[in-house]
């Protein structure tokens, strides 16, 4: 139930940590069902130092705060929490949430009414590890993978192996996404995040004032806007000339290839027009166009040119690989979810990488698919 | 037990997604990023409707956007001298002399350097840049296939090797190997754009369309020259590999008449095109466009050049080919030569651009404007025709569509000019101005044309103060004044008596390098003798004049003639320095010159008022030396005015007595 409300505070927030949750949270009544007496513990006891760490260094402050405040509610009680919320202006919306949440808590209570504070505990740590997620990959794991990747391993016979192999698989690619991270835009995003850091830390205080911030972070977000629109704007008056100067260079629309007299007519139509730059800018605009330079970055693409072909759904959207040789419930299939939701967010593999990270899942489970059978069948 | 726990969970991940409708409607002004999960919620939600998500395309921006938005911010200053030569303050050229010298030597260094990469690979293989930039690599200019294929033949058709080309084309025909067509066309065209010889081997075929504009006069000098020695000879490569083609097309036609014409064959252009039509092959839009340009040579009559065009457009028009905006311009081109019938049939050629929705270039209103414009003609229609281009030009971005778009604004400058327009000079200007309009006024030397001509319109129109306003705005940021804008810039000062600054404007002289010029020192020298002054003009006159001195004396780059000499010596005068008047006056002997009775008048008058005799009379002695035939009066003044001893008494009336039978 924290878990839940805490989410909805989250959601005002940022609403990417309850959409990451809410597609986690049919697999956490499994696991809260098929509970291991011994996985859980395991889980906390890294969840915990992994929190100390992330709470120290984490990137995503907006995040940050109602982490805080929600662990604060949870020693402070129910009461506090609903307080909180009020102040937060969802309440629209949490009643019902708050329906969903008890039903849940019900039934937790019901089932494993030994293991409530347990169950509590855990589910702290669950959103603990849904911030995490959203901050940028460490060293370590996120903990709902780990939880998520335990849980589908936990089917299979050998638990601990085909956890430890499915953990290294997504080490592996927590590795390449550092490696390719760190070659270009390391530098950047750290500096990003430092100003981020530097510019909320003044306002941290875990209170109701919650509400402030996120006004101010709606100003500042449209702000952001007033600039892409302007943005826009020279994009729009560069699309003109360009529309202009294509009626120029191919004379020959019908030709597919540029015949030799058209280019030397090109080309002499730009030697005639062609004056000598006027300031550095005009300067660095002809190196751009002669290709000595490295282009200006006006997007956050640069140096993705083997990806500039690629959309970005197919980036986002890898859902539709899951589509065949998964199955469609499970464990398995809850543990690729959060998978592709982690790779869906990962913007330093390419497509192909994603896909060919996926493709070594899939093989891997339909190697185990016996296996897999066998310990479905009282699943199902 | 795992049923109610899933029906649960979806229960409330059902909550969970309304729970996001709503912030979404409450926040709906927030732009979210959604994550893949919602989205594919989302989506399974719209399975159900009919709706699908469109995903929107990706943007493509433009890699120069933002550097265009920095330079956007940046104005010109007119104090500053430009932005090419700031790497080079000692060499910064003052004159348009060293300014052609500067860039021509900034490109040929370009080129050299771009010549021994491209011809030393081997020195040039450590790539430093990372990511890695291909054109800072060498190129290879050198052949690497060398077997008998026709990927051989495109590798040399690429490199525009055209003998080593054709060489390729016999081998491969030779050898029996068939020849795609695409590969003959492209063979074709290079053989006919290079006339059947090899491009020059230090003109880079390739040449970097953005290099500065300063090779142009070069690379245009060069290519002239090579039009000049090239003729279209009979029989040549491309004639004969035509003949052997087994079927011939638009392209292949093409190719040869825009080499035929090119190259100055226009007759065998016209018979290979009325070959094309027999053989049933349709034209394209560049083989009527280069015949249209070619009319003026195959038919002397005004009538009958006419006829022949018209009937090219007609046989367009049959063949269903689009005629583009040059088709037009050449048109008009011909025009320009077709006498007296060109004016009223060169206005329904531009209403006939217009009729089929192709809009007017530059080049296509200089051509009408130098059909309407006669300057000795008594009526000017220029004028009203240029208000009427510009006004409708006005606030527009231009491009450039043909290589002839570069001459209008000189042109229409020169309207101005002759019809001494000012309102329309500085309308065309501000046309110029506008966006990136300056790019269309062409190399360096059509730029100071233009400059020139409206310099010189404002000199004549404007009022001497906006005249300095312009001057300090143009000179020399823009343009570097030849002779005649300096002496217009004189006269101008001359007419609304602002002579007081002549020192400054001398200094400015210098500066372009016309003190070598007699014409501009004459002038300035005779602006400032000829008046009297306010004593501190006067004074900086004569700092002037020494200085003009100077130039004679110092660096002998002129001679001194008796005018120069008379001048310079009467603005010492006023300025009350005599000792250096003096010596003025020891040159006259020195050069053999002989100074005007001005002068010496205004030597006595110095004389008188210093009250120094001895001076008057070893002026008259001097005069007497130079034999001069004022000597007498001057003796006879001396006499009269002065307060003589005896002896010099004696010595005046003695000259004044000599002089007189001389008279």
């Known amino acids: ?380 | 037990m795992a049923a109610p726990g899933r029906h649960v969970g979806h229960y409330i991940q059902r909550n969970g997604r309304f729970l996001l409708c709503n912030i979404e409607q409450v926040l709906g002004h927030r732009s979210f990023g959604w994550t893949p999960a919602v989205r594919q919620q989302a989506a399974e939600v719209n399975q159900e409707l009919p709706e699908s998500i469109v995903i929107p395309k990706k943007k493509t921006w433009s890699k120069e956007a933002v550097l265009e938005a920095l330079s956007s911010t940046v104005g010109r200053d007119p104090t500053a001298c430009p932005y090419m030569f700031q790497d080079d303050p000692f060499l910064t050229p003052r004159t348009s002399t060293e300014f052609r010298m500067f860039a021509l030597s900034q490109e040929s260094g370009r080129d050299a350097a771009k010549f021994f990469i491209n011809s030393n690979p081997k020195f040039f293989t450590k790539d430093f840049a990372e990511p890695h930039i291909p054109c800072l690599m060498p190129k290879t200019v050198s052949l690497v296939l060398e077997e008998v294929s026709e990927e051989a033949l495109k590798e040399r058709i690429n490199l525009r090797k055209v003998s080593a080309a054709v060489d390729m084309y016999d081998q491969l025909l030779q050898a029996g190997t068939a020849v795609s067509m695409e590969t003959t066309h492209g063979l074709l065209d290079l053989i006919c754009f290079y006339c059947d010889k090899d491009p020059a081997e230090e003109e880079e075929p390739q040449r970097e369309d953005t290099d500065s504009d300063e090779p142009k006069p070069k690379g245009r000098i060069h290519r002239a020259s090579d039009f000049i020695k090239l003729t279209w000879k009979e029989n040549n490569n491309a004639e004969r590999i035509f003949n052997l083609l087994p079927e011939r097309d638009t392209r292949c036609y093409s190719a040869l008449i825009r080499g035929m014409v090119k190259y100055r064959a226009p007759a065998k252009a016209y018979s290979m095109y009325t070959d094309m039509l027999n053989n049933r092959v349709t034209g394209d839009v560049h083989i009527f466009n280069t015949l249209i340009s070619s009319v003026v040579h195959l038919r002397v009559n005004y009538e009958a050049r006419w006829e022949l065009v018209t009937e090219l457009l007609y046989q367009m028009n049959q063949q269903k080919i689009r005629p583009n905006i040059l088709t037009f311009n050449s048109v008009l081109q011909t025009l320009r030569r077709c006498g007296p019938i060109g004016k009223s049939l060169s206005l329904q050629t531009v209403s006939e651009m217009k009729a089929l929705g192709i809009a007017p270039s530059l080049a296509t209103y200089e051509h009408i404007l130098c059909l309407f414009h006669k300057p000795v003609a008594q009526k000017q229609y220029g004028a009203d025709i240029l208000q009427e281009i510009v006004s409708e030009l006005e606030g527009t971005s231009l491009t450039c569509q043909d290589p002839n778009d570069v001459l209008f604004f000189a042109t229409a400058m020169r309207v101005c000019v002759d019809t001494k327009e000012l309102e329309l000079g500085y309308k065309v200007h501000s046309l110029t101005e506008f966006g990136e309009n300056y790019k269309l006024q062409g190399v360096p030397y059509q730029r100071s044309t233009y400059y020139g001509r409206f310099f010189n319109l404002l000199c004549m129109m404007e009022h001497v103060d906006a005249v300095l306003k312009w001057y300090r705005r143009l000179i020399p940021s823009l343009f570097y004044p030849n002779v005649q804008g300096m002496m217009d810039l004189l006269q101008c000062l001359d007419t609304d008596n602002r002579l007081d600054l002549l020192p400054d404007i001398w200094k400015d002289i210098k500066t372009v390098g016309h003190e070598n010029k007699s014409e501009v020192v004459e002038e300035v020298l005779q602006l400032m003798a000829r008046e009297k002054h306010s004593p501190e003009v006067q004074e900086s006159f004569a700092t002037c004049a020494l200085d003009v001195k100077n130039e004679f004396e110092v660096k002998r780059l002129l001679q001194w003639s008796n005018l120069s000499l008379s001048n310079v010596t009467i603005v010492l005068l006023r300025a009350n320095k005599t000792q250096m008047a003096w010596e003025m006056l020891e040159l006259f002997k020195s050069y053999n010159r002989v100074p005007s009775k001005e002068v010496l008048d205004a030597f006595l008058t110095v004389c008188h008022s210093d009250g120094t005799p001895q001076k008057a009379v070893e002026l008259v002695q001097a005069a007497a030396a130079l034999c001069l035939l004022q000597t007498p009066t001057l003796a006879t003044r001396t006499l009269a005015e002065f307060d003589l001893t005896e002896e010099q008494r004696a010595i005046l009336t003695e000259l004044e007595a000599a002089g007189e039978p001389s008279d």
């Open chain 1, 1 to 380: 139930m924290y878990r839940f409300l805490s989410r909805t505070v989250c959601a005002a927030r940022n609403s990417s940590v309850i959409v990451y949750e809410s597609c986690v949270l049919p697999a956490k009544c499994e696991k809260a069902m098929a509970k291991q007496t011994e996985e859980p513990v395991v889980l906390m006891a890294e969840d915990g130092s992994t929190t100390q760490q992330q709470t120290d260094v984490k990137t995503e402050p907006v995040v940050e705060k109602p982490t805080e405040a929600a662990i604060d509610a949870a020693k402070s009680g129910k009461q506090h929490l609903l307080d909180l919320l009020v102040a937060m202006k969802v309440e629209v919306t949490s009643k019902k949430k708050f329906k969903g949440t008890t039903i849940k808590q019900n039934y937790e209570s019901i089932k494993h009414p030994e293991s409530k504070s347990e169950a509590m505990e855990s589910t702290i740590s669950m959103f603990q590890k849904a911030t995490e997620a959203a901050s940028p990959p460490s060293e370590t794991l996120e903990p709902d993978l780990v939880a998520a990747a335990s849980a589908a391993a936990a089917t299979l016979p050998d638990s601990n192996r085909a956890q430890s192999v499915l953990l290294r698989q997504l080490r592996e690619r927590k590795a390449i996404t550092e490696a390719q991270k760190k070659g270009d835009m390391s530098k950047l995003g750290e500096i990003i995040a430092d100003m981020k850091v530097g510019r909320q830390y003044s306002r941290q205080k875990p209170s109701a004032s919650s509400q402030i911030t996120f006004d101010d972070d709606e100003r500042g977000y449209t702000r952001d806007r007033g600039i892409t629109g302007e943005l826009v704007g020279v994009r729009r008056r560069r699309n003109f000339f360009l529309a202009k100067r294509l009626n120029i260079f191919s004379p020959t629309t019908e030709d597919d290839a540029p015949t030799l007299w058209d280019m030397e007519f090109a080309n002499n139509l730009s030697q005639v027009t062609n004056q000598a730059p006027r300031n550095g800018f005009e300067e660095m605009i002809q190196w751009t166009k002669e290709g000595k330079m490295w282009q200006y970055p006006v997007d956050n693409e640069a140096g993705l040119e083997e990806e500039a072909s690629v959309s970005f759904h197919e980036h986002i959207f890898l859902e539709k690989h899951l589509e065949e040789g998964f199955p469609h419930q499970g464990p398995v299939r809850h543990f690729m979810e959060l998978v592709v939701a982690g790779l869906s967010r990962n913007p330093y593999l390419t497509v192909q990488q994603k896909k060919g990270h996926i493709s070594w899942f899939r093989d891997y489970f339909q190697q185990k698919e016996e296996v897999l059978k066998e310990a479905n069948a009282d699943l199902n």
